[in-house]
């Protein structure tokens, strides 16, 4: 699915996302923690997207996709496959254009995220949990229904309604060094890199990978996209496969990354908790993770972190010793 | 201690309180939350004392009282009785002005508090948990050390200390219709009381209280102070006895209360923990809970809504099926 034949949101495009979806979306808050500077020795600015409507940051591409339908597509609806929170946000972008909404959804995703899908009336469709099987059944159902397909991140529209997130943040906080992101699929670290690009060109954007998933790091040093890999971690947002669309702007874009391991994840996600009062999932705490992992990276400077959701299971948190139990 | 003998504090102690501890204190957001709106029917502005420093409002009131010594009263530190945050409260301020605290704290008393606490330098006096044993401990402290007394609540300095969160709240949003607070002592009560009577008369100030600790309820009912009473609430922060300054500026301002049962009160921190992503105590979501408890009441309208603290123990949360395992 548009693997070879992918087309490059523009920052452009990024701009005329953030008037589409600025009905719907949430400009979230960014909220500083002094004691979590104290403790990585710069000045962190989190950019809130566990905030945004529906729990995470995906609302907004998913929302940009759907408003960017003409009327015949949209009548037939739309059709994804997400392990969580691209369905839901994709769900809830449907719902409110009032169009079918169908998530092909692997085994083993969160209970609580297929909760938050169901809830916006999307019809889930299981599948195993490979790429391949994804394929497959998404490819089936748009047979069987004509519905129109929304990419999680390699979709142009999806990019450009993720940069919005990094367009607020430098809109809001134009002195920044750095932007730190987590990294999955790419879509929200290209879409970031866009927009830094075009509107803030000394900022370094920086991906945050999981260590035990870090094709993304593996692809840039190598020069071309690991597809290849068997991921293992405890951030399930991030255990997609690094898009070509995506890493095409990553190689343009000086892209760097950050591979951290899940204890480091699990320890910056109980500060966010503790200290930061903010209920974030691993997948979103990484990116703080990471500056804490490299503090002399980052020392003294202004760093804004995207906290890219936070959609958890309240009952099995992974860090409470009695989750273990 | 001050029972009745007691001075109370205008809006313009909460106005200078305000300019006293701005170097110190955070300005907190105000945060939206859509889906708990739809949920309440109204309108629902959070002043989020959860983000002050310390985790609670109560940094507020004990800043402004350590700043307000005179250095030879400062030389000697200060005392107080605390289960948990005006405890951690006053010792970041005393640590902050250089001077020793002294903690008198009940058994009972949630670890992690005790810990934020002992983080802050402050040393520890054990008692039994009785208020007798409590002012005796600290009486005993006081003749020892020369240490000066800020009681948690009824303290003037204290109380107009706690009024600049509404002040805050009211200048970001002077269109309330009501701004509904959790009542224990009664410190933030009645410092919202006066800072709204001067700045928004039109705007009503209602408590929320746990309805295993409702003597201030009964007080007003009564017409007198209630001082006679086995609380029985998970609202450890609310446990205190109604202080007699608190109940006087009550009485002056038609304070209105809303008793609300425990298991409202858990309901609602889930709320703001999965929907609003907030980490916020039991003691915090109860001016929710009332707000959802009594929706005809709020129906349509808009409501400043104060979560007081963000302090627990992430390893002993009520509400988890895990925890009462």
Same mark, same amino acid.
């Given at each position: 699915?548009?693997?070879?034949?992918?087309?490059?949101?523009?920052?452009?495009?990024?701009?005329?996302?953030?008037?589409?979806?600025?009905?719907?979306?949430?400009?979230?808050?960014?909220?500083?923690?002094?004691?979590?500077?104290?403790?990585?020795?710069?000045?962190?600015?989190?950019?809130?997207?566990?905030?945004?409507?529906?729990?995470?940051?995906?609302?907004?591409?998913?929302?940009?996709?759907?408003?960017?339908?003409?009327?015949?597509?949209?009548?037939? /609806?739309?059709?994804?496959?997400? #392990? !969580?929170?691209?369905?839901? %946000?994709? +769900? =809830? *972008?449907?719902?409110? &254009?009032? @169009?079918?909404?169908?998530?092909?959804?692997?085994?083993?995703?969160?209970?609580?995220?297929?909760?938050?899908?169901?809830?916006?009336?999307?019809?889930?469709?299981?599948?195993?949990?490979?790429?391949?099987?994804?394929?497959?059944?998404?490819?089936?159902?748009?047979?069987?229904?004509?519905?129109?397909?929304?990419?999680?991140?390699?979709?142009?529209?999806?990019?450009?309604?993720?940069?919005?997130?990094?367009?607020?943040?430098?809109?809001?906080?134009?002195?920044?060094?750095?932007?730190?992101?987590?990294? /999955?699929?790419?879509?929200?670290? #290209? !879409?970031?890199?866009?927009? %830094?690009? +075009? =509107? *803030?060109?000394?900022? &370094?954007? @920086?991906?945050?990978?999981?260590?035990?998933?870090?094709?993304?790091?593996?692809?840039?040093?190598?020069?071309?996209?690991?597809?290849?890999?068997?991921?293992?971690?405890?951030?399930?947002?991030?255990?997609?496969?690094?898009?070509?669309?995506?890493?095409?702007?990553?190689?343009?874009?000086?892209?760097?990354?950050?591979?951290?391991?899940?204890?480091?994840?699990?320890?910056?996600?109980?500060?966010?908790?503790?200290?930061?009062?903010?209920?974030?999932?691993?997948?979103?705490?990484?990116?703080?993770?990471?500056?804490?992992?490299?503090?002399?990276?980052?020392?003294?400077?202004?760093?804004?972190?995207?906290?890219?959701?936070?959609?958890?299971?309240?009952?099995?948190?992974?860090?409470?010793?009695?989750?273990?139990?």
């Amino acid at each position: 699915m548009l693997e070879n034949n992918f087309s490059l949101p523009s920052f452009a495009d990024v701009q005329a996302a953030s008037a589409r979806i600025a009905p719907h979306a949430c400009i979230t808050p960014v909220l500083r923690m002094r004691s979590l500077d104290r403790l990585a020795q710069c000045t962190i600015l989190f950019k809130s997207e566990h905030l945004q409507r529906g729990g995470a940051f995906k609302f907004r591409g998913a929302c940009n996709a759907v408003l960017s339908l003409d009327p015949e597509q949209a009548r037939r /609806g739309v059709v994804t496959h997400s #392990s !969580g929170n691209h369905g839901a %946000a994709l +769900a =809830l *972008a449907a719902q409110l &254009r009032g @169009i079918a909404c169908h998530v092909v959804v692997p085994e083993g995703a969160l209970a609580s995220k297929l909760k938050a899908i169901q809830a916006h009336d999307a019809v889930l469709h299981h599948c195993a949990p490979t790429i391949a099987a994804r394929d497959a059944k998404a490819r089936e159902v748009q047979a069987q229904t004509g519905a129109h397909l929304v990419h999680p991140y390699t979709d142009a529209r999806v990019i450009a309604g993720q940069g919005t997130a990094a367009l607020e943040l430098l809109t809001a906080a134009p002195d920044l060094d750095a932007i730190v992101v987590p990294v /999955g699929g790419g879509g929200l670290a #290209s !879409g970031s890199l866009l927009t %830094a690009a +075009a =509107l *803030a060109p000394g900022v &370094r954007v @920086i991906g945050a990978e999981p260590a035990g998933a870090a094709e993304t790091l593996a692809s840039l040093q190598r020069g071309e996209r690991v597809t290849e890999f068997t991921p293992s971690t405890i951030c399930d947002g991030l255990r997609g496969t690094l898009g070509a669309p995506n890493f095409e702007l990553m190689r343009r874009h000086a892209f760097e990354v950050i591979a951290v391991d899940d204890a480091a994840t699990l320890t910056a996600m109980r500060l966010l908790w503790e200290r930061g009062k903010q209920v974030v999932e691993p997948s979103s705490a990484i990116a703080f993770a990471a500056v804490l992992a490299e503090r002399e990276r980052f020392a003294g400077q202004r760093v804004g972190v995207i906290i890219s959701g936070g959609n958890v299971d309240l009952d099995a948190m992974p860090w409470s010793p009695r989750a273990t139990q």
